[in-house]
Nanobody, 115 residues
Framework: QVQLVESGGGLVQAGGSLRLSCAAS????????TGWYRRPPGLQRTLVAT???????NYAESVKGRFTISRDNAKNTIYLQMNSLKPEDTDIYYC?????????WGKGTLVTVSS
């Protein structure tokens, strides 16, 4: 099992920045991909950004150039630096840790961007 705890969400004005954190504990040795997803109301989770064990990153088109995913292996923590935030970035953001056989999700952290 892997436990994930997200933090860093909140209310920010458009153009502002936030940094989300996701701390992992438990059996993380089989995790190959970590990342962030968002879920608009009534819809499925959609990709925001991922980073593989090898360091390859992938971003949704809507956040390229504004968001940066990173990790601190010593702290078992991944981050999402969110700059130039827009009202349409408002959503609940979920942390993902994926192994070959299982996806682990955090409970989510709310990001609200006011215009």
């Amino acid at each position: 099992q892997v436990q994930l705890v997200e933090s860093g969400g909140g209310l920010v004005q458009a153009g502002g920045s936030l940094r989300l954190s996701c701390a992992a504990s438990g059996n993380i040795f089989g995790v190959n991909v970590t990342g962030w997803y968002r879920r608009p109301p009534g819809l499925q989770r959609t990709l925001v950004a991922t980073i593989t064990r090898g360091g390859a990153t992938n971003y949704a088109e809507s956040v390229k150039g504004r968001f940066t995913i990173s990790r601190d292996n010593a702290k078992n923590t991944i981050y999402l630096q969110m700059n130039s935030l827009k009202p349409e970035d408002t959503d609940i953001y979920y942390c993902l840790h994926a192994s070959v056989s299982m996806n682990y999700w955090g409970k989510g952290t709310l990001v609200t961007v006011s215009s």
